[in-house]
T-cell receptor, first 114, second 110 residues
Framework: NAGVTQTPKFQVLKTGQSMTLQCAQD?????MYWYRQDPGMGLRLIYY???????DKGEVPNGYNVSRLNKREFSLRLESAAPSQTSVYFC?????????????FGNGTRLTVT | KNEVEQSPQNLTAQEGEFITINCSYS?????LHWLQQHPGGGIVSLFM???GKKKHGRLIATINIQEKHSSLHITASHPRDSAVYIC????????????FGKGTHLIIQP
């Protein structure tokens, strides 16, 4: 049981390049999330998906797109990376019951945009 | 939108000390989460509580719904407890997801 698997662990991009962060969970969870973590700030929600086929913007969606490919997978795409997107990105999931279920996190992706 | 504040931001203590980390939030919630982020970066869920108290080993979490306040206590602290501790509550306003505090960076010295 791997939980939440996130790839890659590290990535360096040049400004304007694109990339996709992959996330998969094997816990049959409905809800999946993408967060970014920056120094001195709490985790901030980029996008979330409450169920397969649905996605919604979070607090900081600009510059990102997401795709809920199926119940297991939720990917985050940067179409044209900017230095402001240098951050640590976390994927998370939780089961039915929304607020009252624990979150399960991936190990994070450290992204640097130069 | 729920505002979540944690204190202290940084805490250094000696091994064996009793540790308290506080969390306050602005909007009534159904459940509050406590998370631990290891020095390597991984985040794990410690507690999710909606009333009273929960205990797991040397960790105790309490919540006072009326005062919109929660505390995380560590008894007989150990250097392996060194981590960032984060509280989080529902964002509110119909949005799914959580609002996170900025975290408390705890260092336990031997």
């Amino acid at each position: 049981n791997a939980g939440v698997t996130q790839t890659p662990k590290f990535q360096v991009l040049k400004t304007g390049q694109s990339m996709t962060l992959q996330c998969a969970q094997d816990m049959n969870h409905n809800s999946m999330y993408w967060y970014r973590q920056d120094p001195g700030m709490g985790l901030r929600l980029i996008y979330y998906s409450a169920s397969e086929g649905t996605t919604d913007k979070g607090e900081v969606p600009n510059g990102y797109n997401v795709s809920r490919l199926n119940k297991r997978e939720f990917s985050l795409r940067l179409e044209s990376a900017a230095p402001s997107q240098t951050s640590v990105y976390f994927c998370a999931s939780k089961g039915q019951g929304s607020f009252n279920s624990p979150l399960h996190f991936g190990n994070g992706t450290r992204l640097t945009v130069t | 939108k729920n505002e979540v504040e944690q204190s202290p931001q940084n805490l250094t203590a000696q091994e064996g000390e009793f540790i308290t980390i506080n969390c306050s939030y602005s909007v009534g919630i159904s459940a509050l989460h406590w998370l631990q982020q290891h020095p390597g970066g991984g985040i794990v869920s410690l507690f999710m509580l909606s009333s009273g108290k929960k205990k797991h080993g040397r960790l105790i979490a309490t919540i006072n719904i009326q005062e919109k306040h929660s505390s995380l206590h560590i008894t007989a602290s150990h250097p392996r407890d060194s981590a960032v501790y984060i509280c989080a509550g529902p964002t509110g306003g119909g949005a799914d997801g959580l609002t996170f505090g900025k975290g408390t960076h705890l260092i336990i010295q031997p």
